[in-house]
């Protein structure tokens, strides 16, 4: 039996679901991984967690299944990770520091287009 790294499962299923781009059961989610694919029952418990994140709703039912979707676009639910992880910072400077340091050439000018959006709204 493998293990995955904490989080792992979940987010392989959003990275499914965003890829999908409908609404999908989670026969057809367990049908898209990789190895190792998680037992039906480990993903059901996956997806009711996200369910309680509010990261993913039941789209009603198909003849074949409930059907899910997630609640935000991938980038959204990208920067509200980076954005909590930031809030949970004893040291806000520092870690926006460290996280510029790591930045590429091309990442520093999406931030520069992002800092200057956000200068004129």
């Not at 989670?26 to 997806?47: G, N, Q």
């Not at 039912?61 to 979707?69: D, E, K, N, V, W």
């Amino acid at each position: 039996m493998s293990t995955r790294a904490r989080g792992e499962l979940e987010a392989s299923v959003l990275r499914i679901m965003w890829n999908a781009g409908d609404p999908v059961t989670a026969k057809e989610i367990r049908s898209r991984f990789s190895k190792p694919v998680p037992a039906h029952t480990t993903l059901l418990t996956a997806l009711d967690r996200l369910e309680a994140k509010g990261t993913v709703v039941r789209v009603g039912t198909a003849l074949r299944g409930i059907r899910f979707a997630p609640t935000m676009s991938e980038s959204e639910y990208v920067g509200r990770r980076m954005s909590a992880n930031l809030d949970d910072s004893a040291d806000r400077r520092a870690a926006l520091l460290r996280f510029a340091g790591s930045l590429t050439g091309d990442d520093v000018a999406y931030l520069r287009e992002a800092l200057d959006r956000a200068d004129r709204a």
